[in-house]
Nanobody
Framework: QMQLEESGGGLVQAGESLRLSCIASVSVADERSFSNFVMGWFRQAPGKEREFVATASWSGENKYYADSVKGRFSISRDNAKNMVYLQMDSLKPEDTAVYYC?????????????????WGQGTQVTVSS
């Protein structure tokens, strides 16, 4: 079992930056560790489906981004601290959404939300124009 908790959301103006953080707590009874999970960020705007934003492989070496955020957002992870981050630069009003941290143990595409086993409660990001 894993619990995820996001932080760092808020209200910013277009062009500004935010850094989201997600801390993972793995159950003592679980033989897996944080580094056994692919970590991803997804977002959901009002009235829309939850969509993929970014993902990092187990070591963090491989990273993938949605086309809409490529070049502006950067995902990173610190396995020693059980943390994953999303640095968001040059924010746009269309980035407004609830952002979710997610963890996947068995993965195929790394970009499909159904592959992720554990989810945080989400943190609101609002970008004003």
């Amino acid at each position: 079992q894993m619990q995820l908790e996001e932080s760092g959301g808020g209200l910013v103006q277009a062009g500004e930056s935010l850094r989201l953080s997600c801390i993972a707590s793995v159950s003592v009874a679980d033989e897996r560790s944080f580094s056994n999970f692919v970590m991803g960020w997804f977002r959901q705007a009002p009235g829309k489906e939850r969509e993929f934003v970014a993902t990092a492989s187990w070591s963090g070496e491989n990273k993938y981004y949605a086309d809409s955020v490529k070049g502006r957002f950067s995902i990173s992870r610190d396995n020693a601290k059980n943390m994953v981050y999303l640095q968001m630069d040059s924010l746009k009003p269309e980035d407004t959404a609830v952002y979710y941290c997610a963890a996947a143990f068995r993965i195929t595409t790394m970009k499909t939300k159904d592959e992720y086993d554990y989810w945080g409660q989400g943190t609101q990001v609002t970008v004003s124009s």
